[in-house]
């Protein structure tokens, strides 16, 4: 039994199992569902600690096959015993603590080395007492490994190298992949309380990622604490249909508006779309909200508007393109399609790896003290500085500069696109899966139905045409789908954006904004959360 209030997990998998993916997912629905998460993942690139870790793997001390088990095992766990006190404080504070990765990588990556069962079962012993006994590292309350056949592991991995991924030492031998997998089923028997088996596969077809999660979800649930939030809705599916790589001013902040779905005429017979199954659960569901007083019903329609299909919203999707439809100059001049615009896009800007919701790639400036000027900044302690700037920032906020890369619904974009960025926002494609969210409210009104089956029907009119090679497969999805884009902003226009919005997703997405100026602008975040109101020097400029 832990001697600490939170909760420690670890997602296992060999290489090309969706771990990754399912790590991510995870995650969200955790967070989704009111809980405080801690993540970890390694080994932990970019720290120091892995050094030795990043070299095995480069192969600078030779090929993997050829460096001892025992010698490797220390990289990796002196990388786990430099996080070590940061996984204890989150869990002494009742977090949710999930690692990418943990002991049982190791051990089985390590393990796969052996040819003699007898002897790899004495390493694992060695390994555990390593970790857990002479380094004291935090042991999770469950490991979760991602059961796949090493066929179908080989395949991914293979699809992932076809597309410009570059693969370590152990990802390359193939060999070492099987054994791997192999290892992994030696542990589970020989650590049964510690390691729990999620079949990715059934009647040899790999299941989908809803079903995965799913399989993860109810084995996590019994040992989750009570969430110390109410939550947010969560993420509920990735349908798996082909990837795409992919006006007027958006509307305000308020509260969306089901009119323009209800006064709209459906789209024309020839684009080969058919939207009518979607527009009448849209339908179905306003016309059960209507009885739910009980609920707010501002928030309801809002939700319920996240089923618009964006063939509605197609103007100001080429305005935040920064593209229009050319006027034909001979027959033989065809006006740019949508998708093709998106598709251009995404090649200049491939959907990145990362796993995060939001990423701050860059704050300017890097010491929020030089907000102040040099003056003060070279005349005053940290102290004063301080003070003065918590009492400047209502002047000096315009000039907090933030770049960042996030993932949200189409709602959202088109809704802060030209509100408050100081550049038009970059797309840089669809979210892998067209995974959604599920708003609370939505859960709570017992339309979870209707809303799922309305992606449903999204997701495959969106496969249909693309395997099909349609333009227009980008106006079957629906504004409640992801994206991923980046933008700039300044802390004077988000303060300005926070007191306008009275929409609960808008002030969702502008909190995790601001937790992540939190890491490098704290005072500037403060000062955000304050809602103070902000004298702006100068007007503020909107692109177009």
């Not at 007083?293 to 305005?319: D, F, G, M």
């Not at 100081?422 to 959604?436: C, E, F, N, V």
Request: hydrophobic content about 35%; charged content about 25%.
């Amino acid at each position: 039994m832990q001697n600490h209030p939170g909760v420690f997990l670890a997602i296992e998998g060999s290489d090309g199992s969706g771990k990754s993916t399912q790590f991510r997912l995870t995650v969200e629905r955790l967070k989704a569902a009111g809980h405080e998460v801690e993540v970890f993942k390694f080994p932990q690139h970019g720290e120091a600690s892995s050094y030795f870790v990043n070299s095995y793997l480069g192969g600078d001390y030779g090929p993997a096959t050829e460096v001892s088990p025992y010698t490797a095992s220390l990289f990796y766990a002196l990388d786990r015993y430099h996080a070590s006190p940061k996984i204890r404080s989150a869990l002494s504070s009742g977090k949710i603590v999930i690692a990418d990765r943990y002991v049982g990588s190791n051990m089985a990556h390590q393990g796969a080395k052996f040819t003699s069962p007898h002897e790899q079962r004495g390493f694992f012993m060695w390994a555990e007492n390593l970790e857990y006994q002479l380094l004291g590292i935090p042991r999770p309350d469950l490991n979760l490994l991602l059961k796949v056949p090493a066929s179908i592991s080989q395949r991914l991995i293979a699809k992932r190298a076809a597309a410009g991924a570059k693969l370590d030492e152990h990802e390359k031998d193939q060999g070492h992949l099987a054994k791997a997998i192999d290892a992994y089923d030696q542990l589970w028997k020989l650590f049964p309380k510690d390691f729990k088996q999620i079949e990715s596969v059934r009647d040899n077809q790999l299941l989908s990622i809803v079903e995965v999660n799913d399989l993860i979800w109810q084995t996590i649930k019994p040992l989750l604490p009570p969430p110390k939030r109410k939550g947010k809705g969560v993420v509920l599916r990735l349908d798996q249909p082909p990837y795409s790589s992919s006006s007027k001013r958006a509307a305000k902040l308020s509260e969306p508006r089901l009119k323009q779905v209800k006064e709209t005429k459906e789209p024309k017979k020839e684009t080969g779309i058919n939207l009518e199954a979607i527009l009448s659960l849209q339908k179905q569901m306003i016309s059960r909200s209507g009885s739910l007083r009980s609920l707010n019903q501002r928030r309801l329609k809002a939700a319920i508007n996240l089923l618009t299909p964006l063939h509605y919203r197609k103007v100001e999707l080429e305005e935040l393109l920064g593209e229009k439809k050319s006027q034909k100059t001979s027959p033989n001049d065809e006006p740019v399609a949508l998708n093709d615009i998106i598709r251009q896009l995404a090649a200049a800007f491939p959907t990145p790896e990362s796993d995060e919701q939001i990423k701050l790639l860059t704050a300017t400036p890097r010491n929020e003290f030089d907000l102040l000027g040099d003056a003060k900044n070279v005349s005053l302690n940290y102290q004063q500085k301080e003070q003065a700037l918590v009492s400047e920032l209502k002047r000096v906020a315009a000039n907090a500069n933030y770049h960042f890369e996030t993932t949200s619904d189409w709602a959202t974009l088109l809704a802060f696109n030209g509100q408050f960025m100081t550049d038009a926002p970059k797309i840089l494609g669809l979210d892998p899966g067209l995974s959604y969210r599920v708003p609370e409210i939505i859960e709570t009104a017992g339309l979870e139905e209707p809303y799922k089956k309305a992606f449903e029907f999204s997701a495959r009119q969106y496969s249909q045409i693309i395997a099909h090679g349609g333009k227009d497969a980008i106006s079957t999805l629906l504004l409640g789908h992801n994206v991923r884009w980046k933008f700039k902003v300044d802390a004077a226009a988000l303060s300005r954006a926070s007191k306008a919005s009275e929409n609960q997703e808008a002030l969702r997405f502008l909190d995790l904004l601001q937790d992540k100026i939190t890491e490098n602008h704290p005072h500037v975040a403060k000062f955000l959360a304050s809602k103070e109101p902000v004298r702006t020097p100068r007007a503020h400029k909107k692109h177009r």
